[in-house]
């Protein structure tokens, strides 16, 4: 009877560490740690309408996700803030923050889009989006409008600061 107990323990206990392991980051590309279940690291492409003209090819480091975490969460935090004190100046009746406030970065799968600017400044393009096409791991992700579900920006990594907040529309 007890090495049945103990079996049925043993099964347990490795089915909520297997649980565990699934939701846990992964190694990405390059031997970076981040969730590759929510991060995806795309390549460089000047064919994309967002390219930046005398930009180059960039590769991250296991520091400028850390800092590109960190940026976006800023970033997030501080247009919202400021979507919501906007909201408050107008009457009531055009009052609608929940068409434009960004929910928490949790509910979103990210792309990254690393390149060095014509200034020579580390840039990663983000596009944010809660859902999206199956190949959103390999290729750049649009849509027209979307509301708060869609958007996108830069973040510089040499000066730290975020650029070109653009959420996709009201939809």
Same mark, same amino acid.
């Given at each position: 009877?007890?090495?049945?107990?103990?079996?049925?323990?043993?099964?347990?206990?490795?089915?909520?560490?297997?649980?565990?392991?699934?939701?846990?980051?992964?190694?990405?590309?390059? $031997?970076?740690?981040? +969730?590759?279940?929510?991060?995806?690291?795309?390549?460089?492409?000047?064919?994309?309408?967002? &390219?930046?003209?005398?930009? $180059?090819?960039?590769?991250? &480091?296991?520091?400028?996700? +850390?800092?590109?975490?960190?940026?976006?969460? *800023?970033?997030?935090?501080?247009?919202?803030?400021?979507?919501? +004190?906007?909201?408050? =100046?107008?009457? =009531?009746?055009?009052?609608?923050?929940?068409?434009?406030?960004?929910?928490?970065?949790?509910?979103?799968?990210?792309?990254?889009?690393?390149?060095? +600017?014509?200034?020579?400044?580390?840039?990663?393009?983000?596009?944010? /989006?809660? &859902?999206?096409?199956?190949?959103?791991?390999?290729?750049?992700?649009?849509?027209?409008?979307?509301?708060?579900? /869609? /958007?996108?920006?830069?973040?510089?990594?040499? *000066? =730290?600061?975020?650029?070109?907040?653009?959420?996709?529309?009201?939809?």
């Amino acid at each position: 009877m007890r090495p049945a107990i103990i079996l049925v323990l043993a099964i347990i206990v490795m089915g909520d560490i297997s649980c565990r392991q699934k939701n846990s980051s992964t190694k990405g590309n390059n $031997s970076l740690n981040y +969730d590759t279940t929510v991060i995806a690291i795309l390549n460089y492409d000047t064919a994309h309408y967002w &390219t930046p003209q005398n930009s $180059s090819i960039a590769s991250l &480091t296991q520091s400028d996700i +850390d800092l590109i975490d960190s940026l976006l969460n *800023t970033c997030v935090v501080t247009y919202n803030k400021e979507q919501s +004190d906007n909201m408050e =100046k107008l009457p =009531k009746e055009y009052q609608q923050p929940e068409f434009v406030l960004i929910d928490s970065l949790k509910k979103y799968k990210r792309q990254y889009l690393p390149y060095i +600017d014509s200034n020579g400044q580390k840039t990663v393009w983000i596009n944010c /989006f809660c &859902t999206g096409s199956v190949y959103w791991k390999t290729q750049v992700f649009s849509v027209k409008d979307g509301g708060k579900c /869609f /958007f996108n920006l830069k973040v510089n990594l040499t *000066t =730290k600061t975020c650029l070109d907040l653009y959420v996709n529309g009201y939809g």
